[in-house]
Structures are given as structure tokens and as C-alpha cells.
């Protein structure tokens, strides 16, 4: 019901944005999170945006450089990532919380894209 898309391979520095289409019309009921999960890491979790764009939070690691947004229009989310570090690089993976739950919690998503691989070189 989630599909990412967007990620790729660039160098430090860089931008990329990916995308979370949702193919439920209840999909602007939904708060969007987004999580990651690098080799051998836990997935940490990264941002989330409230269900009518006006609440968002961002783990401190990436604060003050991604912004999430949304488009109800278009059932899509976006997570736009500017000057990339390599340790940023991980799976980045969006999930839908029906409940609106708005947090950090992974148990508090219940739909989950298939994740999208972001490599960012040095």
C-alpha cells in the first residue's frame, strides 16, 4: 500500500528526495513517518509529518538538513534530504500510522513501504 522510491547512490554533499505513494484516497488521514536502517544498525527512526502537514519532528542527526512534506492531491510524502552525509547511508523506509499517531515509534506505524536504498560516498 506504500511504495518508496527515490533513493540512489551520491556523493557527500548532495541532495536526493524520495517519495512515499500511497495508494488509499484515506491516505490525508494518515501521519507519514519515516525511518531508516543502515547494515548492522537498528532501524532509527528519522521524521514524521502530521496528517495536515502542520506538525512535523526529525531526529536530531538529520535536523536543520530534511524536511518532510506532503501532497494529499497525489497520496504522496516526500522526504527531502540536503547536504548528505555517508552516514546517512541506510534503507529509508516510509510508514503510514492509521491512528495518527505522530512519534518515534515503529510500533505506532502500521503500513510500511518495501524501502528504498540510499548510498551516499565520501
Known amino acids: 500500500q506504500l511504495e518508496d522510491s527515490g533513493g540512489g547512490l551520491v556523493q557527500a554533499g548532495a541532495s536526493l528526495r524520495l517519495s512515499c505513494a500511497a495508494s488509499?484516497?484515506?491516505?490525508?488521514?494518515?501521519?507519514i513517518g519515516w525511518f531508516r536502517q543502515a547494515p548492522g544498525k537498528e532501524r532509527e527512526f528519522v521524521g514524521f509529518?502530521?496528517?495536515?502537514?502542520?506538525?512535523?519532528n526529525f531526529a536530531d542527526s538529520v535536523k536543520d538538513r530534511f524536511t518532510i512534506s506532503r501532497d494529499n492531491d497525489k497520496n504522496t510524502a516526500y522526504l527531502q534530504m540536503n547536504r548528505l552525509k555517508p552516514e546517512d547511508t541506510a534503507v529509508y523506509y516510509c510508514?503510514?500510522?492509521?491512528?495518527?499517531?505522530?512519534?518515534?515509534?515503529?510500533?505506532?506505524?502500521?503500513?510500511w513501504g518495501q524501502g528504498t536504498q540510499v548510498t551516499v560516498s565520501s
Open positions: 488509499e484516497r484515506t491516505f490525508s488521514s494518515y501521519s
Open positions: 509529518i502530521g496528517w495536515r502537514a502542520i506538525n512535523t
Open positions: 510508514a503510514a500510522a492509521t491512528t495518527g499517531y505522530r512519534g518515534s515509534y515503529s510500533n505506532g506505524y502500521d503500513y
